[in-house]
């Protein structure tokens, strides 16, 4: 099965790397820590610090999976200059009627941050401006209704 590729900045592959590495090393001796100081205290089956432990320890495992299969299956996003069309690693400048201009990077969902103004691909706004021109008018969906807005810079 192919898996599903990793679309990362150079920047947030460092910091998926960074928080990957803080987490294999540094949080897992941690919880190893505070497990074995829970069975120190003796019978585990109604401590619940040991229980919370270990579940703090499940999160902390799939974390990892998941950060080790991100990056095992990355594409990193380069700045290739083009400025003609909306791309990966594009920020792009969006008008709507009767609202103030807005700019955007277009990151891969792994650095989706909507309220840093870094928008999916994948998300509807994204979706709609991929591959479209300065001047071009793009719709998407939202639940509040379709809404449509004018490309007016591309970076």
């Not at 999976?65 to 990056?71: C, S, Y």
């Not at 309220?115 to 509807?124: Q, V």
């Amino acid at each position: 099965m192919t898996e599903k590729k990793t679309f990362l900045t150079p920047e947030g592959h460092r910091k998926l790397v960074e928080e990957l590495e803080y987490l294999t090393t540094v949080r897992r001796a941690e919880i190893a820590k505070i497990i074995h100081e829970a069975k120190m205290d003796g019978d585990v089956s109604e401590n619940a610090g040991y229980d919370e432990a270990r579940r703090q320890q499940a999160f902390l495992e799939g974390r990892i999976m998941t950060l080790q299969a991100m990056l095992e299956n990355v594409e990193i996003i380069q700045a290739n200059g083009n400025h003609d069309m909306v791309d990966l690693g594009s920020r792009v400048t969006v008008v709507e009627d009767g609202f103030d201009p807005e700019t955007y990077a277009i990151v891969g969902s792994a650095e989706a941050d909507p309220t840093s103004g870094r928008i999916s691909n994948a998300s509807p706004l994204g979706k709609a401006l991929m591959a479209h021109k300065v001047g071009d008018r793009v719709s998407f969906s939202t639940p509040n209704g379709t809404i449509e807005v004018k490309i007016t810079a591309i970076e």
